[in-house]
């Protein structure tokens, strides 16, 4: 089955700039998208299509594709930032959805 | 405001079924695509299964570990997602969710724009 990886913790201090990597076979040709989830929280979206950014989510938040590796670039890290991070992607047909394993920013 | 409300989740024992509700208001239900995911206990976020709109076929995807056993349907006249769970695992144990998944149709193609609104959770526990 299709995987995606990320690293399982990140940590970075307050002001820094913080990349939450994701790899996949098949990000070449599916795009890719990342949320935040706090804990006792639902998810929250915070990039969709690659690098596109849903309305009310701040512009420190960013995302980029290169290849079979996205990533999420949080500049100006906050405390409220700490959180589970999520990359999430289609597989290769198309059909399924796949959530990366999650990555853990400690600020 | 976009609001999503899961509710029936319990505890059930291996081999049970059981039958989640998502109620859903605040925009066009029946044209949207909608999804559920799950998230075990202490783990990470695992895909369901979508439904699509009725105008874009109305058909199903499930993830391979509930194919078979996991169905999800819609009732677009009481704005209504459902999840009926059958030959429930201990593995299903989690918070289930329900999300949109609006389609981004900016560029020609349609692509999903993420899922972009998600109910509280509702919590299954699937133990003897």
């Known amino acids: 089955s299709y995987e995606l990886t990320q690293p399982p913790s990140v940590s970075v201090s307050p002001g820094q700039t913080a990349t939450i990597t994701c790899s996949g076979d098949a990000l070449p040709k599916q795009y890719a998208y990342w949320y935040r989830q706090k804990p006792g929280q639902a998810p929250v979206l915070l990039i969709y299509k690659d690098r596109e950014r849903p309305s009310g989510i701040p512009e420190r938040f960013s995302g980029s594709s290169s290849g079979t590796t996205v990533t999420l670039t949080i500049s100006g890290v906050q405390a409220e930032d700490e959180a589970d991070y999520y990359c999430?992607?289609?597989?290769?047909?198309?059909?399924?959805?796949?959530f990366g394993g999650g990555t853990k920013l400690t600020v | 405001e976009v609001q999503l409300a899961e509710s029936g989740g319990g505890l059930v024992k291996p081999g049970g079924s059981l039958s989640l509700s998502c109620a859903a208001s605040?925009?066009?239900?029946?044209?949207?695509?909608m999804n559920w995911v799950r998230q075990a206990p202490g783990k990470g976020l695992e895909w369901v299964g979508r439904?699509?709109?009725?105008?874009?076929?109305?058909?199903?995807d499930h993830a391979a570990p509930v194919k078979g056993r996991f169905t999800i349907s819609r009732d677009d006249s009481n704005n209504r997602l459902y999840l009926q769970m059958n030959s429930l695992k201990t593995e299903d144990t989690g918070v289930y969710y329900c999300?949109?998944?609006?389609?981004?149709?900016?560029?020609?193609?349609?692509?999903?724009?993420?899922?972009?609104?998600w109910g509280q959770g509702t919590l299954v526990t699937v133990s003897s």
């Open positions: 999300t949109t998944d609006p389609r981004d149709c900016s560029g020609g193609n349609c692509y999903s724009a993420g899922f972009d609104h």
């Open positions: 439904i699509k709109s009725k105008t874009d076929g109305g058909t199903t």
């Open positions: 605040g925009f066009s239900f029946t044209n949207a695509w």
């Open positions: 999430q992607s289609a597989d290769s047909s198309g059909m399924s959805w796949v």
